[in-house]
């Protein structure tokens, strides 16, 4: 039928294009190639295409393809002097033709404003020098770690995004920290567990999302040594890493849901640069007062991760073109602060989750464990029980197949 369009997709995305099938040709009419939109034939109007592409998978290259009838193969084709239509009904054609070409620009246009942008990334890019290399060399042989998630979040038992998953106000969620007692924490415990298992160095959450210190803090009064346990969680922690001879990592998160000018930096400047303050100030302290630190696991931070990668002002608020970074005038000011970092703790390795050139990359989840790479620093952070946070009753992580424990020791030893 006249009028009818599709998008034809490269040879190599067409196999991972689940929502689409090519119809075999005919032997005689290569107008049936087009692209499938189900079992019923062929897509019914322009209209769905906008839906149809903007689902495209990158690597799909757009086409429109006008489909008329196929012809039958089981009978002769007619010769090319015979006439096929009238006058007045090639008119009617042409007519038709246009009117359909017509609405496949149209369509088109309307599709290119609904075309997923690829986002910008929100790591930035790892350096690899003279200079780093010596530094990272002992990570780079060590190759299994133990990744410590454990916070305030752990009394909802939802997960470590409960505070903001669940609206919760900020107040409401402060007054956890006088339930936050933990009687059975033992920083040498953990130690052994990780030690057994082989592994050579360790990574504990210091501060998450939702503000909570696991130390002592004179940054922020918001932390554990103010919660009911009135406990230095992190010094337990590495006194007992470092007497047993292990690898100490330390995980921040500059952002800090309970500032508004996480969500709007600019409407907000001085809530961002006080929350820019403590994170300068609270991983200052971190590298000043636990002896030696060899890890420094960013995450949520650099300017593109701002309100959840960014929201911006036009005629209306809405999210920001995710093919675009943040242009706005606050800075994390990461590069400087870094710096003052390595100062402290001279053998520190840094990732790369901040606006700053990070020592390594991190690939985070079963899912992400990605291409073969001994060029490039990286490791592959993921949970063997699902959520990071504590959440029970524990099921099965998405997304991590069995062949992924099967190839993790493959990428060791390579």
């Known amino acids: 039928m006249p009028g009818r369009f599709a998008a034809l997709p490269d040879r190599e995305a067409q196999a991972a294009w689940p929502q689409a099938r090519s119809v075999p040709a005919a032997p005689s009419s290569s107008a049936s190639r087009v692209v499938r939109m189900d079992d019923n034939g062929f897509l019914p109007s322009p209209a769905p295409l906008i ?5 495209m998978p990158a690597g799909c290259r757009p086409k429109m393809a006008f489909h008329a009838k196929p012809a039958d193969p089981t009978k002769p084709m007619r010769p090319r002097h015979q006439p096929l239509l009238s006058r007045m009904q090639m008119k009617t054609k042409r007519i038709l033709i246009i009117t359909s070409l017509a609405m496949a620009a149209i369509a088109q246009l309307a599709v ?10 929100f790591d930035s890019p790892v350096k690899v020098t003279a200079e780093t290399e010596p530094r990272v060399a002992w990570w780079r042989e060590a190759k299994f770690g133990m990744f410590i998630h454990w916070g305030l979040y752990a009394i909802p038992g939802k997960g470590e995004w409960v505070m903001w998953n669940n609206q919760i106000n900020v107040s409401d969620y402060s007054k956890l920290a006088d339930q936050f007692s933990a009687p059975q924490f033992s920083g040498k415990a953990w130690v052994k567990a ?9 990574v504990m959450v210091t501060k998450h999302h939702d503000g ?19 406990r230095d969680f992190v010094k337990d922690y ?21 500032f508004p000018g996480y969500f709007f930096p600019d409407l907000y400047r001085d809530s961002a640069e006080a929350m820019r303050e403590k994170y300068h100030r609270q991983v200052t302290e971190l590298m ?3 002896g030696a630190v060899d890890i420094l696991w960013y995450d949520g931070g650099g300017s593109n991760w701002l309100a959840f990668g960014g929201l911006e002002k036009g005629n209306t608020w809405r999210s920001r073109d995710r093919s675009k970074g943040y242009t706005g005038a606050f800075d994390w000011q990461d590069e400087a602060h870094n710096s003052r970092m390595r100062k402290l703790q001279p ?14 990359a991190v690939r985070e989840g079963g899912g992400h464990l990605g291409d073969f790479d001994n060029k490039t620093p990286w490791e592959l952070c ?9 959440q029970p009753p524990f099921p099965r992580p998405p997304g991590l197949p069995d062949g992924c424990f099967r190839r993790l020791p493959q990428k060791a030893i390579s």
């Open 288 to 290: 000043t007062h636990y």
């Open 382 to 390: 993921l949970t063997l029980a699902g959520p990071w946070g504590y």
């Open 347 to 360: 053998n520190l390795i840094i990732n790369n989750r901040t606006d700053a050139p990070g020592d390594f």
């Open 51 to 55: 839906y149809f592409w903007g689902q």
């Open 194 to 202: 990780a030690k057994d298992a082989g592994m050579k160095y360790m």
């Open 212 to 230: 909570f210190a696991m130390f002592d803090s004179k940054a922020d009064p918001f932390n554990a040594m103010n919660s009911a346990a009135h």
């Open 238 to 258: 590495t006194d007992a890493a470092h007497e047993a001879g292990m690898r100490v990592g330390f995980y921040y998160s500059p952002l800090d849901w309970r």
């Open 112 to 121: 290119a404003e609904t075309i997923p942008q690829a986002p910008v990334p």
